[in-house]
T-cell receptor, first 119, second 113 residues
């Protein structure tokens, strides 16, 4: 069974930084392309980026609103995905989900972690 | 970027009746190499993460009731709930994973009439 558990959400001031983690189990983590998706309060779903498997180059791809401020990384030895968020803005406040999109496009989601950006 | 547009934004249907949600992509999301549409449907209830219902536009995820079905190809897709149950009240999203940036529809809120 695929399990994804996010952590690290917190209250942070505008301009601050935060790192989220996602502990994964139940699938071939090392071969998986992994994404982060966020959902602002009362709003829809927004994909913010992904990291490919190392066998596929390990490269990252980001949505325009976070490119240059956010960075996704992975530790295949511990089956952990990370999201480093810098220069946070009030509009980055959201629940952040770790998502494994399989080869059929099917998505497996964690429960999410809440990031609040406020002074 | 591929824009996903759902209609309607909200929908009220009587228990036992059919509910239909449409999703249109701004370009084709049909992979010619395997003839698969990279379109999924999710159900989200308050305080919960999205739950996968359908992938490849029409393949039901294991454990999803057969009253849920998906259809369509290329740019036009439909999620149908054949006989609405009370537990189906939720927001439904379509999603394309054909190309990055992956994108979602804006969501359709389904309620009981």
């Amino acid at each position: 069974e695929v399990q994804l558990v996010e952590s690290g959400g917190d209250l942070v001031k505008p301009g601050g930084s935060l790192r989220l983690s996602c502990a994964a189990s139940g699938f071939g983590f090392s071969y998986a392309w992994l994404s982060w998706v966020r959902q602002a309060p009362g709003k829809g779903l927004e994909w913010i980026g992904l990291i490919k498997s190392k066998t596929d180059g390990g490269t990252t791809d980001y949505a325009a609103p976070v490119a240059g401020r956010f960075a996704i990384s992975r530790d295949d030895s511990t089956h952990t995905l990370y999201l480093q968020m810098n220069s946070l803005k009030t509009e980055d406040a959201a629940v952040y989900y770790c998502v494994f999109f399989g080869s059929f496009g099917e998505g497996y989601w964690g429960q999410g972690t809440l990031v609040t950006v406020s002074s | 970027d591929i824009v996903m547009t759902q209609s309607p934004d909200s929908l009220a249907v009587s228990l036992g009746e059919r509910a239909t949600i449409n999703c249109k992509s701004s370009q084709s999301i049909l992979y010619s190499s395997n003839n698969k549409n990279y379109l999924a449907w999710y159900q989200q209830k308050p305080g919960q993460p999205p739950k996968l219902l359908i992938y490849w536009a029409s393949t039901r995820e294991s454990g999803v009731p057969d009253r849920f079905s998906g259809s369509g190809s290329a740019t036009d897709f439909t999620l149908t709930i054949s006989s609405l149950q009370a537990e189906d009240v939720a927001v439904y999203y379509c999603h394309q994973s054909y190309s990055t940036p992956y994108t979602f529809g804006q969501g359709t809120k389904l309620e009981i009439k």
